[in-house]
Nanobody, 124 residues
């Protein structure tokens, strides 16, 4: 059974950077496409970014394009989300999720495994 654990969240000033990690255990990430999602208070969960199984395809929400970068290190069984130029509207709980197929999705429905989330707060 694949288990995912997010880390790297916290508080940051606007304009700053954070790097989130999604560490897998119980199985190898080689078999999974990975997505990052976020949910702000009072809002629906939204897709932030995703990466295909071999990292050949990535996708970003318009709101984070040019600021966030997703990557994966299958040898370390970890996926990363580098977040630069953070804005207050990036404040949310961030989740990583895995689906056992090649291509990722910006929608949450295909994903079978989810982490517990990590809080990101961007404020002065």
């Amino acid at each position: 059974q694949l288990q995912l654990v997010e880390s790297g969240g916290g508080w940051m000033q606007p304009g700053g950077s954070l790097r989130l990690s999604c560490a897998a255990s119980g199985s190898t990430l080689d078999y999974y496409a990975i997505g990052w999602f976020r949910q702000a208070p009072g809002k629906e969960r939204e897709g932030v970014s995703c990466i295909s199984r071999n990292a050949g395809r990535t996708s970003y929400a318009d709101s984070v394009k040019g600021r966030f970068t997703i990557s994966r290190d299958n040898a370390k069984n970890t996926v990363y989300l580098q977040m630069n130029s953070l804005k207050p509207e990036d404040t949310a709980v961030y989740y990583c999720a895995a689906v056992g197929r090649f291509f990722c999705s910006s929608y949450d429905s295909p994903y079978d495994y989810w982490g517990q989330g990590t809080q990101v707060t961007v404020s002065i």
